[in-house]
Each structure stands twice: as C-alpha cells, then as structure tokens.
C-alpha cells in the first residue's frame, strides 16, 4: 500500500499467515500510505499494557470535511495543474506542480497510476530545467515516495550546489529526508542527528512525525505518542486530514504493543475526524477481526478491495477467512492479490518489491518469498527488512540464517515484538533454550500478547 501524508516515512506495518502453516509474525513496513500526519485522541486500555496519559487533538481548523471532498479538492488541483502546463509547456516550473499535485492525489489514493504519472511529470521538469537549478527537492520527494533512496540522495546533494541557495525551510526539509534515507539505510543515529538539524532550522510536524517513527521503531511507545502528539500542536494547518491522521497513527502504535482497546479508539477517533477514508476503514475493520467481529470487518476488507482494486484490503480478508478456517475464501482472494502484486513489482519494483514479499511468504511460495526480501534488503537495509529476510529463512526451516538477520537488525537499535518473537523461534529451533527464553520474554514486554493467537489477525498494526 503506498499512499499517505507528508513525510516520505513508512508507518504502517503489515503481516499475514500462510496457508495451512503457523502464523507468521511479520514486520513489513508499508510505503506511501504508511507516510502519513497524524496524532490522536484519549486512550482507553483495559489490558496488560499501561495506558499512556490522555492525549487529546487540537481541534480541526479548515479544509475538507471527508474523504470524498478531499479527492475532489484534489482533483481540481489536478486539473489547474494542468493548464497552467499547457499555457508554459516549456517552462518547468508548471510541470514541477503537476507532478507535486499527481503526488498529493497518490498519497490520498494509493493508486499505482497516480504516482507513475508522478514520475512522468518530475522528469518532464528535470529535462526543462537549466543547469544547477530545477524541481530538486519535489524530485527528492518522489523518489522517496518510490523507495528510491539513491535517487533521493542524488537530487539532495545537488541542492546543495543550485545557483539559488534554498530557504531555511528547503533546507529543514532535505534535512528531514536525509534522515529519511539514514534511517533506512539502517543508520538510526545518523537519522536521529538529521532530524535534529531539521528541527533546529524549522522545527515542522513533518519533523516530528519522523522523529515519533524513530522513537516507535526503538520500542519506545510513549515517546512516539508524544512527539506525534507535539506534530498536531505543531501543524499550522489542522485539516480534518491532518488531525485524523495524527489520530490513526497513535492507533498504530498502541497497536504495536497490544493495546488494542487503545488502538480501536484511536482508529474510530481518525474516522469521524475524516469520515470516509479507506485507511481508516482498513484499521478500524482489522481491530473488529481482532475483537472476533468477523462478519463487518471482512465486509468492509472485501469492499475496499472491489472499490479500489486494492490487493493488500484482499489479503488483510484472506486472514480473517484464515481465522476462521475458511481456506478457500482465502485463497479465491489471494489469486487477486498476488498477480496485482506482481504487476506492480514489475512496473515499479522499488515501491512494491516488500508488499509482494508479504503476500508470498503468507500465501505463496517462501523460496520465492527470499528472494524478495533479499531485494528488499539490497535497497533499503534498515532493521524491518533484516526482519522479512529472517522471516522467510524460518519458513525455510534455515534458522541460524534467520538468527543471523534478526541479530542484525537488534544491531542497528531495531526494537519490536515481531522481531524477539521471531528471535525466540530461531533460538529454539537452535536448540538454545536460554536465548530462546530470554528473547520471548523481550518481546513480551514490548507487546504482552504477541504470542496471543489473534496476531494473525492483523494485517497492518502487529508492530
């Protein structure tokens, strides 16, 4: 799923189980649709997990009021975009803006087309532009959008040497995606120090929210709340949008720690602040299969997935139909979803190689699985794809493989319940019941039910 607000960081993690096999504790990090603004509301938790202080939104100020309203505003901007390139086709600048509002209509949709047009536009703009100047930072952007870190990195250090030194806000932001790009490259410190420099020039939500995926990434749970909760005090806009995805993203990290009273209230928060938009629809239909609300929650899934074409709504339903022992269900849904998969991967494997992964490894073949992750790893060697490798090693009954990525994911400062799960497998299928021990218990205390079975149950917000 690719698609989201602002800030280029994934945040949205997915996991699925294979057919007829365990559950498959999975830690995919999710694009686009992962990257988004956002904050939440009160927590209410009345399980294992201490809940954090009441953190209440800003109230919304301006902007659309719904899903639908926003697509259209998009759109209009889409079509402005547009004419302002055909009364300047030479000029890049116009071109510049049809790409940043096909990108903005991405984030919003997850729709692979809108950001291939994307791509086309950035170019067209790249090739306009004189000499050490041009749309850099927007060529930055979406690159990011797309996995590109290389891209990114390249468009980044050009800015550096434009005719026209950038703003101090220019400057914060390439700040932001250089630690973007640490962070996945498996450099925590150095994303760390990056932000701080964002920070210190223009202390942004954007910032924020990357520092808060940072802190959750770490295990560090209240200090994600906080710091998205200082994004929302942040944002000078307070769209609907916004608010609601500040709201979601709390739901995500009470999520990753078990608290799913928590989460349920945060993913219900987000809706009726954007009422009808399909992310949100996806989260609050996952924590309904969690809760053994099956019928609604598969209704919702299986509608998403007609709408929008949408393979990962088809997958997150195959695993509720696998909660429920309904194997053919999901393998009628699966058949969709991994040839939707594997288009996009082939169009744009940077963006899509990590989805395809999970809809092999939890439905397909785990040979196939590796090789995916491997690619993955190859491009963005950060602790979550150590995590994808290490999973489809223990698929592959090569546990000391997956000692060795799941190691080197702790490593790089990589903390999640997934990840000393998976450890704990791997130790014991080693045969070392100490090690084995001790990581199930570090993963217990980051989410006391990860070992419970309704984590087959999540799709997305497992941790």
Known sequence: MV????????????????????????TLALSGAAALIVVGAEVFWSGGVPATAAVVLPSASFGPGNFSEELAAADRQLTLANER??????DWLPHEGLARAKLARFKLTADPDDFSDALESIATAQSLAPQRSGPLLSSAEIAMAGHDLSGAEIYLDRLD???????????????????????????MIGAERAYGRADALVPTSGTAIRKALLARSQGQFDEA??????????????????????ALQIGMVESARGNFDA????????????????????????????????????????????ELNDPQAMDAAASLYLAQGNEAAAQRLTRRSASIWQ??????????????????????????????????????????AHILVAEAFLELDRPAEARSHLLQAEAKGWRSAPLYARLSEAEEALGNEDAASAAANKA?????????????RLWFGHG
């Open 3 to 26: 698609g989201g607000e602002a800030t280029g960081v994934e945040l949205t993690p997915a996991k699925g189980r294979s057919l007829g096999k365990k559950v498959a504790l999975r």
């Open 343 to 384: 288009d996009r991967a082939e169009r744009m494997p940077l963006a899509y190689t990590a989805h395809t992964f999970e809809n092999a490894l939890a439905f397909g073949n785990p040979h196939e699985a590796l090789d995916l992750a491997l690619e993955n790893l190859l491009h963005r060697p950060y602790g979550d």
């Open 85 to 90: 390139v055909a009364g300047g086709p030479q």
């Open 263 to 306: 989460a349920a209230e945060r993913f219900a928060e987000a809706d009726r602040l954007f009422p009808g938009h399909w992310l949100n629809q996806l989260y609050i239909a996952e924590q309904q299969g969690v809760a053994g609300d099956f019928s609604p929650a598969i209704a919702t899934q299986e509608r998403l997935a007609d």
């Open 444 to 456: 217990e205390e980051l989410n006391p039910r990860i070992f419970d079975p309704v984590m087959s």
């Open 225 to 246: 709340i906080r710091l998205i909760n200082e994004a929302a005090r942040r944002d000078s806009l307070r769209t609907p949008r916004g608010m609601a995805s500040y």
């Open 161 to 187: 040497k434009v005719a026209v030194p950038p703003t101090r806000a220019e400057r914060a932001a390439a700040e932001g995606m250089r630690g973007d790009i640490a962070f996945y490259r498996g450099d």
